[in-house]
């Protein structure tokens, strides 16, 4: 069973970065897709990054290309998201997800088993 924990959320200045990561303390994890969501306030829920579980591929929403980078340690059992130039916008919940399947991206919530408890990203102008 899978237990998701996110880290690194917190108060930014606009422009700045921060890196969120995701770990999990079981084995399958580390062969899971696993994708990162945000919702703002008043928001639905809304994906942001998606990595295959060997880390080779890599799917970003539009609004975050060149912004975000999402990547993984397998050996930590952990994946991060790289945020850079943080604008108001950004501020939200930050979520992450394995996949329900190996061979799925969770690029939709419909495609998530296991979700994080999510951490606060604010960013101040």
């Known amino acids: 069973q899978l237990h998701l924990v996110e880290s690194g959320g917190g108060l930014v200045q606009a422009g700045g970065s921060l890196r969120l990561s995701c770990t999990d303390s079981g084995r399958t994890f580390s062969s899971l897709p696993v994708g990162w969501f945000r919702r703002a306030p008043g928001k639905e829920r809304d994906f942001v990054a998606a990595i295959s579980g060997n880390g080779q591929f890599t799917y970003y929403a539009d609004s975050v290309k060149g912004r975000f980078t999402i990547s993984r340690d397998n050996a930590k059992n952990t994946v991060y998201l790289q945020i850079e130039s943080l604008k108001p916008e950004d501020t939200s919940v930050y979520y992450c997800?394995?996949?329900?399947?190996?061979?799925?991206?969770?690029?939709?919530?419909?495609?998530?088993?296991?979700w994080g408890p999510g951490a606060q990203v604010t960013v101040s102008s």
């Open positions: 997800g394995a996949s329900s399947s190996r061979d799925l991206l969770p690029v939709y919530p419909t495609r998530v088993g296991a």
